[in-house]
Nanobody, 126 residues
Framework: QVQLVVSGGGSVQAGGSLRLSCAVF????????MRWFRQAPGKAREGVAR???????TYTDSVKGRFTISQDNVKNTLYLRINSLQPEDTAMYYC????????????????????WGQGTQVTVSS
């Protein structure tokens, strides 16, 4: 059973930074597509960053240049570094994993990742 444990959220002022972590238990890290999602109140869930097993990354346009996704295969942990936080970044952030190492078709809105972390709240005040 794969478990994802998310940590690192909090309340920060605009312009601040946070690093979110997603620890993966129960499986060999490196054989999954990993993605960070967020969901703000009243809005649809949004995929913000993705990394494949080879380390290739993609970002949604609104976070490019401010968000950095990375992974540590030794620590079995996924990270999301968020710089220059803005109030519109306020959301619950989730990590997700899918046994699709090349992240094939995972940009599709209808693609459902298999494993999910519990989420961590990020609140940005102006």
């Amino acid at each position: 059973q794969v478990q994802l444990v998310v940590s690192g959220g909090g309340s920060v002022q605009a312009g601040g930074s946070l690093r979110l972590s997603c620890a993966v238990f129960g499986s060999t890290y490196g054989s999954y597509c990993m993605r960070w999602f967020r969901q703000a109140p009243g809005k649809a869930r949004e995929g913000v960053a993705r990394i494949d097993s080879a380390g290739g990354t993609t970002y949604t346009d609104s976070v490019k240049g401010r968000f950095t996704i990375s992974q540590d295969n030794v620590k079995n942990t996924l990270y999301l570094r968020i710089n220059s936080l803005q109030p519109e970044d306020t959301a619950m952030y989730y990590c997700a994993a899918d046994p699709n190492p090349n992240c094939r078709n995972t940009q599709s809105r209808n693609y459902e990742f298999l494993y999910w972390g519990q989420g961590t709240q990020v609140t940005v005040s102006s």
